[in-house]
């Protein structure tokens, strides 16, 4: 039996897609993990795969506190070379972050095959570097293959969890009538800034009988402070596919994997990148949504928390109108949301890794 080892670590858009592969691999393969002591994969990974935890964080840059880090690379590295040993590893996929690169260059040393997936219009640091040592990189987005070079590559998609792909009906918690459907989501670890933009603006919207599921994160000091019989606020829900599927507009962020589901759904989006992301990829994804026609794109910065408002109003004025030659804005862009989106990618990666197997 063939035996891969996935290397995921941290954010929703590292871990979904990487989940998303494996849960589509045939059952004629083994599958392993290595992720990160008190990341998000120690709460989704243990419950359908044999999880290994190696410490390891991102190169600071010079000083004493990179001199330490690099050591704990070089004991990472050590580490999942014994687990690549032991485990007797055929193929090593992995989805960017820290722990990506202790994988590949394990991988390399012990010479095994690599598949890096790279989700972000802009790559990340890792993918950049050593993207050109890997078999394989494949990408979510056409675009990043400029900022590459000395990589062998393929454009796939990125994948998406295969419960958005089924048709769901609205969870019964959701706010009823006939209004406008609005989801508001910040990620998988929330988004207290973006959460305040919204609340600075949603009575408005509440009172013109907009419903409005916020999905707040864990961090979140004003969680249900705001009562509306339109709203409702939890701090997470499984029922994102669900969500998505019948909103009529999203508010979120714009990691690759929200991007992701995003486009599978077809949802209209208010995008606001957050301005702390590394090499700010979130805007570079955001900038590809927004130039298909797909998505609006409202920075995160003080003069901008009106510019959410009168985007919202636009985009809710022209889908509610009656006016017969009124241009509905919103069902435009959920057609041009939907060719953001690789129906396949979960298949393709699949191939690649038994293709890279065979070969190997």
């Given at each position: 039996m063939p035996r891969l080892l996935i290397a995921a670590s941290g954010?929703?858009?590292?871990?979904?897609?990487?989940?998303?592969?494996?849960?589509?691999?045939?059952?004629?393969?083994?599958?392993?993990?290595?992720?990160?002591?008190?990341?998000?994969?120690?709460?989704?990974?243990?419950?359908?795969?044999?999880?290994?935890?190696?410490?390891?964080?991102?190169?600071?840059?010079?000083?004493?506190?990179?001199?330490f880090e690099l050591f704990r690379l070089l004991f990472a590295i050590k580490k999942i070379c014994r687990i690549l040993k032991e485990d007797s590893i055929d193929v090593v996929f992995t989805t960017g972050g820290y722990i990506s690169a202790p994988a590949i260059l394990a991988a390399k040393w012990c010479g095994l095959p690599v598949l890096l997936h790279e989700s972000n219009a802009f790559p990340g640091q890792v993918t950049r570097l050593l993207g050109r040592f890997c078999d394989l990189v494949a990408l979510g987005l056409p675009i990043a293959?400029?900022?590459?070079?000395?990589?062998?590559?393929?454009?796939?998609?990125?994948?998406?969890?295969?419960?958005?792909?089924?048709?769901?009906?609205?969870?019964?918690?959701?706010?009823?009538?006939?209004?406008?459907?609005?989801?508001v989501?910040?990620?998988?670890?929330?988004?207290?800034?973006?959460?305040?933009?919204?609340?600075?603006?949603?009575?408005?919207?509440?009172?013109?009988?907009?419903?409005?599921?916020?999905?707040t994160g864990d961090n979140d000091s004003d969680f249900n402070k705001l009562n509306h019989r339109n709203?409702?606020?939890?701090?997470?829900?499984?029922?994102?596919?669900?969500?998505?599927?019948?909103?009529?507009?999203?508010?979120?962020?714009?990691?690759?994997?929200?991007?992701?589901?995003l486009a599978v759904?077809?949802?209209?989006?208010?995008?606001?990148?957050?301005?702390?992301?590394?090499?700010r990829h979130q805007d570079a994804n955001a900038l590809c949504a927004a130039e298909m026609?797909?998505?609006?794109?409202?920075?995160?910065?003080?003069?901008?928390?009106?510019?959410?408002?009168?985007?919202?109003?636009?985009?809710?004025?022209s889908h509610l109108s009656e006016e017969s030659n009124s241009t509905d804005i919103l069902c435009d862009m959920k057609q041009a949301m939907r060719?953001?989106?690789?129906?396949?990618?979960?298949?393709?990666?699949?191939e690649i890794i038994n293709s890279i197997n065979c070969r190997n």
């Open positions: 954010t929703g858009g590292h871990l979904f897609p990487a989940l998303a592969v494996a849960d589509s691999m045939s059952s004629d393969w083994a599958i392993s993990w290595v992720g990160v002591p008190d990341r998000l994969e120690n709460r989704l990974v243990p419950n359908k795969y044999k999880l290994f935890k190696v410490d390891v964080s991102r190169l600071q840059g010079p000083g004493i506190r990179n001199f293959k400029k900022r590459l070079s000395g990589c062998r590559i393929v454009v796939t998609g990125t994948p998406v969890r295969s419960a958005f792909f089924e048709k769901c009906d609205l969870p019964d918690w959701v706010p009823i009538g006939a209004g406008p459907l609005i989801v989501m910040g990620g998988s670890q929330g988004a207290v800034a973006l959460n305040h933009m919204v609340r600075n603006i949603l009575p408005t919207f509440l009172e013109m009988g907009c419903r409005v599921v916020h999905l709203l409702v606020e939890k701090k997470f829900s499984h029922e994102v596919p669900s969500l998505l599927q019948n909103a009529d507009l999203a508010i979120s962020r714009a990691g690759a994997g929200a991007l992701s589901e759904c077809g949802t209209p989006s208010v995008l606001v990148p957050y301005p702390q992301a590394k090499d026609g797909a998505a609006v794109i409202v920075h995160q910065h003080h003069p901008q928390q009106k510019a959410l408002g009168e985007v919202l109003m636009h985009l809710l004025q060719q953001l989106a690789n129906q396949h990618s979960s298949k393709i990666l699949v």
